[in-house]
Structure formats: C-alpha cells, structure tokens
C-alpha cells in the first residue's frame, strides 16, 4: 500500500506519520496518534462528534483527509485545559451539566471554542445556531446554550484564557 | 426548578435533593472517556460487515476469492461455517430466533450476509466491498397488514409447520365484554386511526464490540456496549452451550466502559457481537466491530411501528365511559423485542393513562414483515410512549367534538388523589398521584387562559396557533418478580457496598449508566442514607466479574429497581454500625439514634459514634462473635412498579406557506417522587423532551415497497438540533411512591413518552376549525403544506 508522509503540530507538538492516502483525519489523530477524545458518531458531517480546530478553524476531522491537514496546526479536546486548569468551556460544561453520556461533548466543546472566537458575546439563538452542526441526544442542547454563555462571560473577563490565545493563530 | 426539596444532609455530604456536580465529568470533558471504540488490544484485528442490498433474496453464491487477495485481509465468514458450529441463528431476547449470519435467505435490507476479518480497519472494508455475493429477489411484504393476508408469502419458513403464518402472537388486557357494551351504550363514541412510526434511538456513539478470546486461559472477555452487561453474559453462555462451545459462564467477562447513549438501542445482542465472538475463538485474537451509523440506523433493531385502531365512548357532557383499542405491531422479521417475557406488547396496556375508566380492552398482534428486527424501546419503558399517545390523541379528540377545552375535559376525568392505589381496567395498580395538581401547575405556568385568547384573535386574522395538552402516565421500574422476567431471569436488580476502613466506600451495581449519571446520584443515595460525602464513595458498574447480578438499565428501572437496592443495602450497613457503636459505646444497640452519620446514645448526644469512627472499628476493634468487616448486598425484588406522570403544554405556531411547524414555548410538569439530583433530572427531563419532539416532528423510518430504508443516514433521519429544539420549560409536583424505600420514582423516560402528544394536540388544536381530527407523526411540512393546500389555505 502507497503511503504518504504528514507532519503537523497537535495540540502545540510536532507529529509526523506514513499514511495511506486515504486516512482520514480522525483516525490520524484516534488511531495513529491515540488522541481519543475527538470521536466518530457518523458518516455524514451531521453530528459533529469529530470536530476539531485545523490551523484555527472548526472542522469535522471525519471529512478530511490526514494528508490534507499535513503542515496544520491541529487542536482537539486533548489541548484545551492548560495543564491542571480546565478550559473555560470545559468547566462551564461541567458547572452547568452540560452533558450526559459525554460522547458529543468534546466536538461540542471545540464548536463552541470556534464560535466564541468569532463571536465573543453571543445570544442564546446565536449560540443555538453555531452549535447546530453538532448533535446532542442527551441533553436536549438546554444546559449547553448555559454552558457556553457561562464561558463567553469569563473568557470575555480574562484577556489571558486560552480561546482567546488561540486566536491569535493566523488562520490564513 | 423552583419547587422546593428539603435536603437532610449538608451540600458537603451531599445526600437527596443536592444539584451535587457530576462526579464523571471530569473524564468526559477532556476527551479522556472510555468509549468502545476507544479499547484497542494488542494484535487486535476488525471486523467489518458484507451486508444485503435487498429487503428479501436467495443467497445463491458468496465468492470470497477478490477478497481474500487483498493484503491484510484474513478470513470471509458466512452463514454456512457458521452453521457448522451451529451459530448461525441466535435468540432474541423475546425468545424468538434471529440470524447471525443467512444460509440461505435474507430478510431485510442491509442485513448481515458476511463478515470480513482483517488487521486494520481500512482492510476489512476493502474486503467488504469485494466480496461478491449472487442474490435471486423473492416477493417482499412491508405492510404488516398486508403481511396478515392469506397470499402474502409466509416470510418466517425456519418455524415449526404449525406457525407457517406470518402472525407471531396476539396478547390482550381488559373486559373486552365489558367495553363493547359501554361503548354501545355512550353518548359519544369516536374511533380513529393512529400510526405510531418505526424510529431509531440513534444514540450519537454506535454500537461495537471487542471480543477477546484467550485461548491459553480459556477466557472470553466481551467490551461491549450494553445496557444489561450481566443479562448478556448469561445469554452468550447458553448460546454457547447450545452450539458446544467450550465457553463457560464464569469465564465469560462482559466489560462495558462509558456508553455514549443507549436509550435501548444497547439491549440487544447484535449478529456483529457474535461474529466478533465467533471470529475471536477462531482466531484466537481479540476481533474489534464498530459499526457505522449506515449500519446503526439500516440493521439495529428498531422502535415503535404500531398501527393503532382506537375506540372511545363517553357521556354526551365528556365523562369517560370506555376504551377499546386494536393494533398491529410491525416487528420485522423477527420479534426482537426486549419486552419481558409475560409482555410481548410491553406494558401497552397501561393505556387508560391518566383517566379513571370504568371499562378498557386492548389486543395487540404482532406481525413479521421484511425490515429489520423491531420492537425495542427509545427511551421508552416497553410500549408506553405508544399508549400515552393514542390516549391523549383520543381524549383531545372527544374534547374538540363535545366544544369541551381539552384542560377541563381531562380535569374532569382524572383519577383522583384519593383514589390511589387506584387499580386500573387493564389490571395495573398505580401506585399514587395527583393529576390534577399537576396540570393546574402546568396551566398556570403557561398562562392558559391568556394563550386561548391569544389563539381567538389570531384565528381572526387567519393566523394558525395550537396549544396541546399531555397529561400522561409512566410506568417504570421494572419488575415484581412474579411477573418481570426477561428470557426467565428476574428483574431484580442489585447493589453491593464495601465501607473500607478509612471511612471510604466503593459500591457496585448491576445496572448501568449511558449518560444518566448513576456515579453520582447512586453516590447520594448512599450519603443520604449513611452520612458518608459523595466524594468518599466510588460507584462502579459494567464489569461481571465484579459488579452483582443485575437485569440492566433500561426502561426507567435504575432508580426505582437498583436505586432501592442502594438504599437497602445502606441500611443493612447502618443496622450494622449500630451494633459496632454499640460495642463501642458500651451501651445497648436500642438505647441508640441515628442522625447524620452517627449513632449517639438517646438522650446523651455527646456521646456517639460516627460512620467513619465505627468504619475503622469495624476492621480493627469488632466484637467477639460478629464478623469482621462493613459490606453489605441487596438484590432488590420491588413490589410494584412505578408511576410518574406530569402534565405538559405545547404552544406551536405553523407557517402557512411552507407548513412548518415551531413550538414556540413548552412547559412540563413532572413529578417522578422524591428526587435525589434535581439537576440530573431536569437534565433527564430536557433530553427526554427532545427525544420526543423529534418523533413528533423530524424523525421516521420508511421504506419504499422493495422494503429499501428511506432514511438510514443522518442526511435524511432528521435529529433535532439545537435550533429545532425550544427553550424547555420545566416545573415539578412531588408525589413519593409509598412502596419504594426513599420515595423515588424515575424520570428518564417520562418526557419521551409525554411530549409527543402534546405536540401533535397542539397541532390538531391549531388546524382543527380546519376540519383536521388527526394527523400523524412525525408531522413534518409537506404533511402540514399537503393539509393546508387540499383545503384552499395558503
């Protein structure tokens, strides 16, 4: 089988693999890299379990291939507390039940990154809206629309939160 | 949720009543959950699935021989080596028998016919795609009832000569005597139709396995996504010892790890379990299969698919006098259902709901047809989400025909508080409630008044509002042993606590979480009842080799059937710690009193013991005579069942030109007894209501009339996003069940089964003047468009 070499940067480190052509993202980062966390829910880019940040931006890492995100700067839920200290997001989820079986919750997370980079002060239909690529079974999405307000407050009162340092990642 | 709970324990104990933080987050929110498709073994290898692109067909040849030439590629099962371990069919968990694999004849689109093993992932679906297989079409039945006529061809050829029909069973409840001559003698009678469609559970992770047979130590261990770990283990030893197979009960391991989302889509056992099993002890490798969500929504078994025929007679002022219904329930080609074994139509008869009737009869028969295996629940306790519908449909109906409001017809027709236990025509005895309360909370909360005059004006203007009410009855928590037995086991359930020495306890439990929370709220139980901190107590579920015996979560029974067994268990402990502080307070074991979390001397509370004062002691200072240690067990035989209810009220709005439906507010009111987590049970409520404004509204099943799936990817089985789903509305009335130890009732399944119909009355409220006496769901725009357009409105 032909394979293909990717390197890129993972969560700040640097990762290489020989691939087929063929893989897919996700399963670079699942099953070569054993980054669990980002998860498969199905074939379609419905759910949005997969989705992850490419050089900045949200993707669904079940609709792109490793060789295309070679030379990326990828981020999964892996990379988002720093150190001990959860990511706003992560302890919003947690503060305000903002999941049940889990399964949905880092995609979801890393949505919710993406919109409050691009929308810092969100309504509750705005964030409704930017979460709709991604399916909850669980939660009826209720405790989510919390979670995220509950983040976009404190990531808008502390300049130094890590969402707000990803943004400066040049998303060219 | 504003109604007010009384906590016993401090937030720091964290006992009944406390929103206490989920003690499993912390995994879930970084990525660090356990899922299935997160186990990988050594030289594992994967499974991958050939499947049928018919709905009925000959299997007149399988050729392997492209697939085995691919690199990687180790092995092509069919049905005929199964055959010759004699693993080719299986029971289903209502005693009916399903294929692993076809010798010679499929049943339905996208059912199993192969399995391809491999060392990666990739390989096995290249393996898949080059197996060939020949089919010859044979005649296909979709339409059940279709399915019942003399010349439809008998599908289920593999049973005895005497069942060569397509009819399974016919199961009936009530005076059937009794409700003919009612109805002949009502004022009002109304019949009408009702179709309750197939839909799928669609839980965000699919269903996967990863069987790892050791040769050496003779030892299967199955990782497995299941919602009845236990149950499983007992059927894959039967299995087992009916095919030969050296394969015994205690060397059986079935390891759960995190679910995400069950909803009882993850009861079954599925043909790919097996083939991983059977690939497994062939290989001596452990064999990985994770299915795809083609295969989850094509091939796992399916929910609902009941065609109503219901009849109701009443005075000529509303009060109710009878009900008679009649259905045909579509179970696919084989009757898969996990209903227990006495219920082949579940607890469908639970359908006089929350109305006290004086007579009732329902007869169900089942029906094969070529679909998938049908009739398990999405999160719904065996069938009641089909009763509650029809009945609330049918109550609005006779409401809108007598010019009575919906409200007050159902006020004046509740079973009343003094009534409990009230005993129902069908044979049930509910164990308390008080309907009223509940729907006058829910009416004032929404502002009822004001909405209908809100409705007036705008009908005035030609504007199209509905309000719709559901004031439904659950029945949970599954079941008296006398009559709940899935396959024969019991449906008890267990829980076993160890208090360790330094004060910190670790219980384990027969059932098993998928998202519900039970590491936190089986955690509480155990603080109320013994004054130990949540954070001291470690709850584990979903290994066999250490967790007691248990039937599983399912059908709203974990906290009603494990969670009295926590509790039961706790109070042996503590009746065990008394006698320990007795021994260390020198003083007689009834002079003593228990409060939080120590036992004191009656009249001198300075001198006591606390639980983890009396932990240690058990370890290290116990008594001559009395056994060393502080454990207890309790499997929980539950003398009744269950009954929540609530009322619930949908105010929706329909664009007529494109006949989309928008509920713009829904309030529900529940009330499932005495609460342990109120933030788990709104978070049950608000993900229970979602599930059912989506078979209301977006989600089917259908199949065209070559039995092809029209709706088997996410593309077009439509899930609620969160733009779709309103801001949920919830308030609470608490109603303790007096048979349970601490008063609860479950909650997960309560807004599933109330919130459909409240949706489809307000819809039918909206179009009624419309002449509009039912529409069936999912009511989707083209049906709502195709309403509007046939009657000049636009």
């Not at chain 2, 039967?238 to 391991?253: F, K, T």
């Not at chain 2, 089909?386 to 006779?398: G, N």
């Amino acid at each position: 089988m032909t394979t293909q070499h990717v390197s890129l940067t993972v969560n700040g480190q640097p990762m290489e693999a020989d691939v087929e052509p063929r893989l897919l993202l996700v399963h670079l980062l699942r099953d070569v890299f054993g980054l669990t966390g980002t998860h498969v829910g199905c074939d379609t880019s419905n759910c949005g379990a997969c989705t992850v940040h490419v050089d900045g931006r949200s993707a669904k890492s079940c609709t792109v291939l490793a060789v295309q995100a070679s030379g990326s700067e990828i981020r999964t839920i892996e990379g988002m507390a720093d150190g001990a200290t959860l990511h706003p997001l992560q302890q919003a989820f947690w503060d305000q039940h903002g999941l049940q079986c889990g399964f949905c919750t880092p995609g979801m997370i890393m949505q919710s990154a993406w919109l409050l980079e691009q929308n810092p002060h969100p309504t509750d239909d705005e964030v409704r809206e930017g979460i709709s690529g991604n399916l909850c079974r669980c939660t009826g999405y209720v405790n989510i629309v919390k979670a995220v307000q509950q983040a976009a407050g404190q990531l808008s009162a502390s300049e130094s939160a890590p969402v707000a340092a990803a943004a400066t990642v040049d998303a060219s | 949720m504003t109604t007010e709970l009384h906590p016993q324990t401090t937030p720091e104990v964290g006992g009944m009543g406390h929103s206490v933080k989920r003690k499993e987050d912390p995994r879930f929110i970084q990525g660090k959950g356990e899922y299935i498709e997160d186990v990988n073994l050594p030289g594992q290898l994967w499974l991958d699935i050939v499947r049928s692109p018919y709905a009925h067909a000959k299997i007149k040849s399988i050729d392997a021989t492209e697939a085995l030439k691919i690199p990687g590629v180790a092995a092509v099962v069919t049905g005929k080596d199964l055959e010759g371990y004699k693993l080719h069919w299986m029971p289903t968990l209502a005693g009916d028998m399903q294929m692993v694999l076809p010798v010679d004849t499929v049943m339905y689109q996208s059912q199993e016919v192969a399995a391809v093993i491999a060392t990666s992932r990739y390989a096995a679906a290249d393996g898949v795609a080059a197996v060939e297989v020949d089919y010859e079409p044979l005649p296909v039945v979709v339409d059940p009832k279709k399915a019942l006529q003399p010349d439809a061809p008998v599908l289920r050829t593999d049973r005895g000569p005497d069942k060569q029909t397509n009819h399974i069973w016919h199961w009936e409840s009530g005076d059937a005597a009794a409700a003919d001559e009612a109805l002949a003698n009502a004022d009002v009678r109304i019949a009408e139709d009702i179709y309750i469609p197939r839909i799928h559970v669609a839980s965000i992770e699919t269903c996967g396995i990863v069987a790892d047979w050791n040769p050496i130590r003779q030892q299967l261990t199955m990782h497995l996504t299941t919602q009845a770990p236990h149950a499983i283990r007992t059927v894959v030893a039967l299995v087992a010892a009916g095919a030969g197979l050296p394969i015994y009960e205690h060397n059986i391991r079935v390891k759960t790890h995190d679910i995400g989302g069950g909803f009882g889509g993850k009861v079954p056992v599925y043909p790919g379990y097996v083939l991983a099993v059977a690939a497994s002890f062939l290989t001596g490798k452990p064999v990985k299969w994770i299915e795809d969500r083609s295969e989850n929504l094509q091939a796992d078994s399916f929910a609902r698919d009941y065609h109503i025929h219901a009849e109701m007679g009443a005075t000529k002022d509303g009060k109710i006098q009878a009900l008679k219904v009649r259905t045909i329930a579509d179970h696919g080609y084989t009757d898969a259902a996990a209903d227990p074994s006495k219920f082949p139509a579940g607890l469908f008869n639970v359908i006089t709901g929350s109305y006290d009737f004086p007579n009732a009869f329902v007869e169900v028969d089942g029906v094969y047809t070529n679909k998938p295996p049908g009739g398990v629940a999405y999160r719904c306790s065996f069938r009641v989400t089909e009763a509650v519908h029809a009945i609330e449909r049918m109550v609005d109906i006779l409401a809108h025909d007598i010019g009575k409001d919906p409200a007050q017809l159902r006020m004046e027709n509740f079973i009343q508080p003094e009534q409990f236990p009230y005993h129902t025509p069908t044979g049930w005895e509910y164990d308390s409630g008080d309907y009223p309360k509940a729907l006058q909370k829910a009416l004032d909360l929404i502002g009822y008044d004001e909405l209908r005059k809100e409705q007036a004006e705008k009908r005035a203007r030609g504007e199209l509002m509905g309000i719709g009410i559901s004031s439904f009855t659950e029945i949970v928590g599954a079941g008296p042993s006398h009559d709940f037995d899935i396959l024969g086991l019991k449906m008890f359930d267990s829980c076993e606590i160890r208090v360790h020495p330094t004060g910190k306890v670790l219980a384990r439990l027969g059932v098993q979480s998928q998202g519900q929370g039970h590491e936190t709220t089986f955690a509480q139980i155990i603080a109320e009842e013994l004054g130990f901190p949540v954070a001291d107590i470690k709850i584990e579920e979903g290994d066999t080799d250490t967790a007691p015996y248990g039937l599983g979560t399912y059908a709203s029974r974990s906290t009603p059937v494990a969670g009295a067994a926590t509790a039961i268990a706790a109070r042996k402990i503590k009746e065990k710690a008394r006698l320990l502080a007795a021994h260390l307070l020198e003083a007689s074991p009834d002079d003593l009193e228990w409060t939080n979390g120590r036992w004191s001397v009656k009249g001198s509370p300075d001198r006591f013991k606390t639980i983890q004062e009396i932990a240690f002691a058990a370890y290290t200072n116990h008594p001559q005579g009395m056994e060393a240690g502080l454990e207890a067990v309790d499997y929980y035989d539950p003398p009744n069942l269950t009954f929540p209810f609530g009322s619930y009220i949908a105010v929706v709005d329909i664009d007529k030109g494109t006949g989309e439906v928008t509920v713009r507010r829904f309030v529900a009111v529940d009330d499932c007894g005495n609460i342990i987590n109120p933030m788990i049970v709104d978070g049950q409520i608000h993900g229970g209501l979602t599930m059912g404004l989506a078979p209301a509204l977006y989600e089917q099943i259908t199949y065209d009339e070559l039995g092809n799936n029209l709706a088997g990817t996410f593309m077009d089985y439509l899930l609620p996003t969160a733009v779709e789903t309103p801001a949920w509305e919830l308030e609470k009335t608490i109603t303790p069940s007096p048979h349970h130890p601490i008063g609860a009732k479950g909650v997960g399944e309560s807004a599933t089964v109330g919130a459909p119909p409240a949706i489809a009355n307000a819809v039918v409220d909206a179009l009624w003047h419309l002449g509009v006496r039912n529409i069936d769901i999912p009511i989707t725009p083209p049906k709502v468009w195709r309403i509007l357009h046939d009657k000049g409105i636009s």
